[in-house]
């Protein structure tokens, strides 16, 4: 495993990561955003996009959070704020596309069976035909719930003091 990569081998039950942040990899994306404790439990019931309202709502409050990461000096806090906001655009995004959810026909078998990750996350029946996105993709509610957590996710990840202490990060604990 690169020293880079998200380590899904951990006890998440047991973990505390603000207490062993040198345990925490940042990783790609969302990794570990709903495994990765005590920000899971701090973070999660403020994340919401039924809406655009709601998006609003939910976005500013975690972008709050990432900010009082970033004051505390919680790098890791404020990481994992970061992956809540970018998971609201992915999430809301999957939803603008597909009503039920679904990205993908339903299949008769499992096609990332016995693959390793990233070829075996998701949806189980990832490699089938992707199902068309709703007309309205690109205008509907979940569309601009969507556009809401983009706004605050690219601040979030461009914000001068995530990326200096995401420097910082790296260089005390990735060896």
Known sequence: ???NAF???LDFDTTDF????ELYRIGVG????LLVQPYKSELLPHWK???EAVASESARKIYELFEQYLKDEDFVGADMAR???QMGFTRARRYANHKSGRKYSIGEADKTQGLTYPYSSGSKNKGNEVLAPEEDA?????ARAAAVFKTYWFQAKNHPDYLNQKAAFRKKYYH
């Open 49 to 51: 996009f039924k809406t």
């Open 7 to 9: 380590n899904y081998s």
């Open 18 to 21: 603000r207490k062993q942040p």
């Open 83 to 85: 992956k809540y906001l």
């Open 138 to 142: 690109l205008t509907n509610e979940k």
């Open 30 to 33: 969302e990794q570990g955003v």
């Open 1 to 3: 495993m690169s020293k």
